[in-house]
């Protein structure tokens, strides 16, 4: 079975530019997350999606940052325009069932953003 | 923001040797679970233990939970290089709007020198 998939792995911008950030998740796994993740901490959630839903999204900056889940399978993940301080990992993780009973996330390798 | 507290920060130990790691956190919780990170890697989970429960086994791994001290502890016995690693623990939460939501503590950087 494949793993959750991300591309990037790897980017590098220039401060003001846009960004997209791409994630598959486990096959049949209804739940998806986006998490950031700053050098030498742990994860922080910006939002969760139950298939098509974005069910919390109170931590994800509107102001410049953006994500859809189209048909509730693959989701992207936007920043526009991207600052400074948006270079961290960006994670996406996906769970096989809504209404959060406490299932095991399953993590991308992440895409480590880099802004100049 | 982060719930979990983790300590140590930083845990350097020779192969062979038990590895303990501790989670304090602050909310009721429905779960609390430990994930593994290698360096430049996602995250695997390791282990999940309920609210009700007060203690689980996984292989090496020794998991408890004290919820009247809001604290959970890692053991990992006999350890291997391979182990080397960052380990977080992440707390699920237990209603309203945190239901489903997991917290993650800053984690602990694990070194085991062969």
């Known amino acids: 079975e494949a793993g959750v998939v991300q591309s990037p792995r790897y980017k590098i911008i220039e401060k003001k530019q846009p960004v997209a950030f791409w994630c598959n998740p486990i096959?049949?796994?209804?739940?998806l997350y986006w998490y950031l993740q700053n050098l030498g901490q742990g994860p922080e959630l910006l939002i969760r999606?139950?298939?098509?839903?974005?069910?919390?999204d109170s931590q994800l900056p509107k102001d410049r940052f953006s994500a859809e889940r189209l048909k509730g399978v693959d989701s992207t993940l936007k920043i526009q325009p991207a600052e400074l301080g948006d270079s961290a990992v960006y994670l996406c993780a996906s769970s096989p069932r809504t209404s959060g009973r406490g299932d095991t996330q399953y993590f991308g390798p992440g895409t480590r953003l880099t802004v100049l | 923001s982060q719930q979990g507290e983790e300590d140590p920060q930083a845990l350097s130990i020779q192969e062979g040797e038990n590895a303990t790691m501790n989670c304090s956190y602050k909310?009721?919780?429905?779960?609390l679970q430990w994930y593994r990170q290698n360096s430049g890697r996602g995250l695997v989970h390791l282990i999940l233990?309920?609210?009700?429960?007060r203690e689980k086994h996984s292989g090496r791994l020794r998991v408890t939970l004290d919820t009247s001290k809001k604290s959970s502890s890692l053991l990992i016995t006999a350890s291997r290089a391979a182990d080397t690693a960052s380990y977080f623990c992440a707390t699920g939460g237990a209603g309203g709007t945190s239901y489903g939501k997991l917290t993650f503590g800053q984690g602990t950087i694990l070194t085991v020198h062969p």
């Open positions: 909310t009721s919780i429905n779960n």
């Open positions: 233990i309920r609210s009700n429960e």
């Open positions: 096959s049949g796994h209804n739940t």
């Open positions: 999606y139950e298939n098509e839903e974005a069910v919390d």
